[in-house]
């Protein structure tokens, strides 16, 4: 089993949801975030003062699955969060030791 973690822009989400969706993946989790890569944040403008934003709103998308799925999963996740310009976001893969679900105790695939 793997878990993908992808950080992207906030209104990517709802491809991203559908692609994944298209794929077969069902579950997901979605967390707010706020974090800056090499871009480092930028300045703007409010009320005639300027202010540095360091911390770039994001969303962090996490799933679990099987490894056969991850390739698939991945090129979809590309291709509905680019946008070509910087700050498009990161995926991160890692390796899953153990599931267990809650409600029924049971463990591994069949506990996604």
């Known amino acids: 089993m793997k878990k993908i973690e992808a950080i992207i822009k906030p209104f990517k ?3 991203v949801k559908d692609a ?3 794929i077969g993946l069902q579950g997901i ?4 975030a706020k974090g800056f890569g090499r871009q480092r944040g930028h300045t703007e403008l409010y009320r005639g ?3 540095v ?3 770039l709103p994001k969303v962090k998308i996490e ?3 099987e490894e056969s799925q991850v390739e698939r999963a991945v090129e979809a ?6 946008t070509g310009r910087i700050g498009d976001g ?5 390796s899953v030791e153990e599931v267990i679900r809650i409600r029924t105790g049971e463990r591994g695939i069949d506990a996604i």
Do not use: P, R, W
Not at 77 to 82: K, P
Not at 90 to 94: A, E, S, V, Y
């Open 13 to 15: 989400l709802d491809e």
């Open 20 to 22: 994944l969706h298209e």
């Open 63 to 65: 799933i679990v699955l």
């Open 90 to 94: 990161k995926i991160f893969i890692t």
């Open 53 to 55: 934003v360091d911390f």
């Open 49 to 51: 003062a300027e202010y």
């Open 29 to 32: 989790t979605v967390t707010e």
């Open 77 to 82: 996740i590309q291709q509905a969060a680019e």
